[in-house]
């Protein structure tokens, strides 16, 4: 019996070992996600002219949309190319006040009241959902398209929240580009 005793003893030690071992994080100079792997990159309905309506909500958590093991915390620029298109289907040039985004650690949760204060609350201040916001999609006064924005993920998101940021004249949202990536690689971009 006390062999029993100790055989399973150390049966229980290996266990809890080998459990605690876990694979290192990579740390990849850059990650371009492959949209084909979404399930939703456009939305199917035109969106209303609702300000801050949510157009689209694209879904990271599908099988083999991101490689396993990544080092989240090793990336520290995002971006995010996206084309704009009126009611009719027509291509609309980027401007300034068509969409906002939200980068969501859980997709379940609510994404309307992210950030302290509601819409024009302050942007640093958020219920630990939202891992990025950036207004002004695409226009002037964004660089998230080109550059990128700047980034501190704990985590993996979980999707992209795509919203009307007020202009009536916005009726699709199409991700062309998602890319995380580390600044000190460089990095080209078209405009």
Known sequence: MKKLGVILAILLVVT???SCVSTPKVQMERLIVD????????????VGTNRYA????????????????????????????IDYFDRDGRRLEHDNDHAMMT??????KDSSGEFVGGRGGDPGINN????????????????????????MLKKA????????AGTNRVGFIE?????FYNDEVFFEYED
């Open 54 to 81: 949510d157009v689209l909500l694209v879904d990271f958590t599908g099988p083999d949309v991101f490689p396993a093991n990544v080092d989240w915390g090793y990336f520290n620029r995002f971006r995010l190319v």
């Open 16 to 18: 809890f070992a080998a």
């Open 128 to 151: 630990g959902n939202a891992a990025q916001k950036q207004f002004n999609l695409q226009g002037s006064w964004s660089n998230v398209h080109t550059r990128g924005c700047m980034i």
């Open 157 to 164: 998101p979980a999707g992209l929240l795509l919203q009307n």
């Open 103 to 108: 980068l969501l650690y859980d997709i379940r």
């Open 35 to 46: 949209l084909s792997k979404l399930p939703l990159i456009k939305n199917e309905v035109a």
């Open 175 to 179: 991700v062309k580009e998602i890319v």
